[in-house]
Each structure stands twice: as structure tokens, then as C-alpha cells.
């Protein structure tokens, strides 16, 4: 069957999850691969196109993770694959750190064009969301030379040591892991959701909280190199913040000459409707992190950041792999198509999505918050709405739920779960999706009031 055709099919589950080819590679898997990734349900692609996949035993899923917001142009987006095709032809890998390619000259060239960033702007090139943050770590202290960094409670930048001194997702991600590097304070990060009070005072009180608190009693300003935040916190729990936070924090950098590092690694390529997320709330940063949906899927992290700022010499910081021909390339096709319908696709099905959501939000309980911009939606889960105590065990339930019915969705914070389709989606899988999470919402439901009765 062609992928063309697959794209269009509907949910469609054959067997009991996991069939019997996956529980095979499954098996293989706990024999031979590492315990520490995090798999919530037993997926196991064999091919896929838009935002549809087709498993090893041949069960079909409307796609709402995008291998987590990186598929941006879909599961095998036609152009992409040409792209890789053609410059794999040519050649693989010439290292960009040593040699020149016009690929990824072509591509820092677009990217200078559209990064939430005034002024010129110069692209250093990795593999990862994590190797970007480190890169942007490391600049703002060459530029500045200054040794503290100011993160936020909640945040993901990273697994690799550097990016996890900053990342306060969850505390198994940095158990075990100690001493992390040194210097980085942790302010709240505003959830308006969960704050007694106005949008504004919520945005206050974290922009306080650094002011009054982190810079007076833990690190004088001009101690302090950079502010790294998400312009939407992804792992976090898709949470949306006040526009007047991040302008806040975009003044606190000016008036004491930090860094303010945008991480649209998750947010970023088009996912909220807008090429960068920063644009929904009229900010620019110094320094912005990209990776994810970037490359449609291909390995690849940029530090983008003013020309001034990205001045370090020959030597200072490079990376074999980063910015390979190949990734570039796809990234290329990536950037085309975002721009030629994607970015606005996500606009649409989003907001049709969210009033979907909302309108479940009035049926279900269940349903806490309804939150995000474009593709990038969090749906926040309570036990009780007027406690607002989180539910935890229902959170997990409902992305099993999910999946036994054919939609692939993941957890995000404690008790959300995340909507990060490719932008592909269209309002006919929108629709399709919200239908399959209101069945999976009123079993979970059901069957969580059993278990407390």
C-alpha cells in the first residue's frame, strides 16, 4: 500500500496491543537496549506518512506526539525524503567544523532571517536540543564573562551535564547525577493556572522572585551570565505564561546586561502557529536555541545569536557531527514547508483543536485546563476542580486509554497531557482525535471512580 494512502486511513486496531511482532522486538529490546528510556505504551513503527503511523502488526494511529514535536512535516513528508535522498548522493559528511558545504551555509542564512533575534545574526550547528543549550551556556559566559545562570522550576533543557544543571523537569532525570555544574539558580516559572491571582501578578511573582530573591541573596547581577526560558514550557506542562513575563524578563536582561537565552527547541519550527513562540508575546531574545522539528526528524540543534554576542574565536566550541550535510538539507525542505502552509495549518487545526477541547472540558471533570498555542497543547487533569488536586494516576490510564483506541499522545508535568501532532495535521484527524480522547476521558473516569468508591 503506498503511504499516500495510508496517510488518509483512520485509526484502525487489529490485534491486542502489543501484537505478537512487537512483543518480539519489545523482548529483544529489554535484552540489548538501554533501561533508561521512558516508553509509555508498547509502539513499534514499521512505517508511517503525515500524521498517521502503521505498527510491525499493522494497527493504525492518528500520530499526536511527532516522536516528541520533532516531526514537524510528518511521519516521511515526501520533499524531505527527496532532499535527504539527493544530498546523501552527494555526500554524507564533510564536517562543518573543519570543511565548508553550501547546506548548512544556506541554511544559517535562513535562519538569520527569521529567529526572534534583532540585529545579525550567527548560527553555531549541533545535533540536539541539549547540545544547543550547552552551546548557549557557554557563549553567553564567554561573552559576558560571567559564571551564573538563571533557569526556571519545571524546565527541560537537557539530559547532557551542563544542560541538566538547568533542566528541573523531574527529579529522576537528575538523581544519581551529582554534583551537576555549578552557578544555576532556579526561579518559579509563572502556571496561571495554578497561581491565586491575575495573569499579571502571576508573571510577577516569578519576575520577583529573581529580583527580590535569587539576585539579591544568591548571586549579584553582574554575576550572572544568562536567563535560559521556554517561551511555553514543554516537559514542564505545556504551560503558557503571561505576555508580561517574558517582557519582564527581556528588561531584566537589558538593564543588567545578561544573556537572555530563548529554548524554542520544543516550541519552536512553526508549532505554535507562529514560526517561534517568542513572536506570540513580542520578545526577542539574544541568544535562541532550535532543534526538534527543525530537520523533520534528521539530528539537528542550532544556537542561533547576534553576530556581536556569537564572537568567539577559531577552536572555542565545535562539534564533528553538527550541522551534517544531510540534516541541513532536510532542514532546508523542513523550512519551505513550514512556511509554505505548515506554520498556518497549525494555526487553524489548533484553535480548532483547543475549541474542541474546551467544548470536552464542559462534559469531562476530568478536565482541569485547556492551555497552548497553535499545535502545542496542554491538557491539564484534576481530580477536583475546585482543589484542583492533580490526577496523577489518571494521566497515566488516559494516554494508555489512547492508545489502545489508536491516537498517540504523551504525558507532560505531572498531570497533563501534551496534543504535539505534526503540523500536518488536518481538522478531519482533529476531529477524529478529539472523539477518541473523549472515549478514553469517560473511561478513565469511570473506572477511577470505581477504584475510589
Request: net charge neutral; hydrophobic share 45%.
Amino acid at each position: 500500500m503506498p503511504n499516500a494512502e495510508l496517510m488518509k486511513k483512520a485509526p484502525d486496531i487489529k490485534t491486542p496491543l502489543p501484537g505478537p511482532k512487537a512483543k518480539a522486538i519489545i523482548d529483544a529490546d529489554a535484552r540489548f537496549v538501554s533501561p533508561s528510556y521512558t516508553r509509555d505504551y508498547p509502539l513499534v513503527i514499521a512505517r508511517g506518512e503525515g500524521a498517521v503511523v502503521e505498527d510491525v502488526d499493522g494497527n493504525v494511529f492518528i500520530d499526536c506526539a511527532a516522536g516528541i514535536a520533532v516531526n514537524s512535516t510528518g511521519v516521511s513528508h515526501p520533499e524531505v525524503v527527496k532532499a535527504i535522498a539527493e544530498q546523501a548522493a552527494k555526500f554524507i559528511h564533510m564536517s562543518g567544523t573543519d570543511f565548508y558545504y553550501e547546506p548548512q551555509v544556506r541554511l544559517a542564512e535562513q535562519l538569520a532571517a527569521l529567529v526572534p533575534i534583532d540585529g545579525d545574526v550567527r548560527s553555531f550547528f549541533g545535533n540536539s536540543g541539549t547540545e544547543a543549550t550547552e552551546a548557549a551556556v557557554k557563549l553567553s559566559r564567554y561573552y559576558t564573562k560571567r559564571p551564573n545562570v538563571i533557569a526556571f522550576l519545571g524546565s527541560f533543557h537537557g539530559r547532557s551535564l551542563g544542560s541538566l544543571a538547568l533542566t528541573s523537569s523531574k527529579s529522576v532525570q537528575r538523581r544519581g547525577f551529582g554534583p551537576l555544574m555549578p552557578g544555576v539558580y532556579h526561579a518559579p516559572y509563572p502556571d496561571v493556572y495554578r497561581f491565586n491571582g491575575s495573569a499579571d501578578a502571576c508573571a510577577e511573582a516569578s519576575l520577583s522572585f529573581i529580583r527580590d530573591q535569587i539576585l539579591v541573596h544568591l548571586t549579584a547581577p553582574d554575576e550572572v551570565s544568562a536567563i535560559v526560558v521556554e517561551p511555553i514550557q514543554g516537559e514542564g506542562g505545556y504551560i503558557v505564561p503571561p505576555t508580561g513575563f517574558l517582557q519582564g524578563l527581556r528588561d531584566l536582561t537589558k538593564q543588567h546586561g545578561m544573556m537572555l537565552v530563548l529554548d524554542e527547541v520544543q516550541s519552536g519550527m512553526g508549532r505554535t502557529g507562529k514560526m517561534f513562540a517568542a513572536e506570540h508575546f513580542g520578545v526577542t531574545g539574544d541568544i535562541v536555541n532550535i532543534a526538534k522539528g527543525i530537520a523533520s526528524g534528521l539530528p539537528l540543534g542550532v544556537t542561533c545569536a547576534r553576530a556581536d554576542v556569537m564572537s568567539w574565536p577559531p577552536g572555542a566550541h565545535a562539534s564533528t557531527f553538527g550541522g551534517n550535510p544531510v540534516a541541513c538539507a532536510a532542514a532546508l525542505a523542513t523550512l519551505r514547508l513550514l512556511r509554505g502552509q505548515y506554520v498556518n495549518n497549525a494555526a487553524r487545526v489548533g484553535e480548532h483543536m483547543m475549541n474542541g477541547l474546551r467544548a470536552l472540558q464542559d462534559k469531562h471533570p476530568l478536565i482541569g485546563d485547556v492551555r497552548g498555542r497553535g499545535l502545542m497543547i496542554g491538557v491539564e487533569l484534576v481530580r477536583d476542580r475546585k482543589t484542583k488536586a492533580r490526577a496523577v494516576e489518571e494521566r497515566g490510564a488516559l494516554v494508555q486509554a489512547m492508545f489502545r483506541r489508536g491516537a498517540l499522545i504523551l504525558g507532560a508535568g505531572r498531570n497533563a497531557v501534551r496534543f504535539a501532532p505534526p503540523l500536518v495535521l488536518s481538522i478531519d484527524q482533529a476531529d477524529t482525535v478529539l472523539g477518541i480522547f473523549d472515549e478514553a476521558l469517560a473511561e478513565v473516569a469511570q473506572g477511577h471512580a470505581l477504584a475510589r468508591s
